[in-house]
């Protein structure tokens, strides 16, 4: 049985059910992932221990996103998500 189900649409394949099993195999491939990981970990733990994150979150809703940087990137990246959703969509795994 195959995971990846590439006619369910875009948001379907990216919210892939990602397991420790999974995790564990590309552990061991790669020693890259398991660096990365553990920054994640460190990162995640961090940012829980911060106070300032309701203000932040503010500062993003009022200011960051009325600036033409950030609408930019924002509409690239909406752009390249309807491409890629388009080319799953064509996209026809065996099963």
């Known amino acids: 049985m195959r995971r990846v189900h590439t006619g369910e649409g875009l948001a379907s394949f990216r919210n892939f059910d990602w397991t ?32 300032d994150g309701p203000a932040l979150s503010e500062y993003v809703r009022t200011s960051m996103s009325a600036s033409p940087q950030l609408q930019n990137l924002l509409k690239r990246f909406q752009e390249r998500e309807l491409g890629i959703g388009q080319v799953l969509a064509n996209c026809h795994l065996s099963r």
């Open 20 to 51: 420790e099993a999974d995790a564990r195999v590309l552990r061991q491939q790669s020693s890259s992932y398991a660096a990365i990981e553990r920054k994640v970990v460190e990162l995640a733990r961090q940012g829980q221990a911060r106070r």
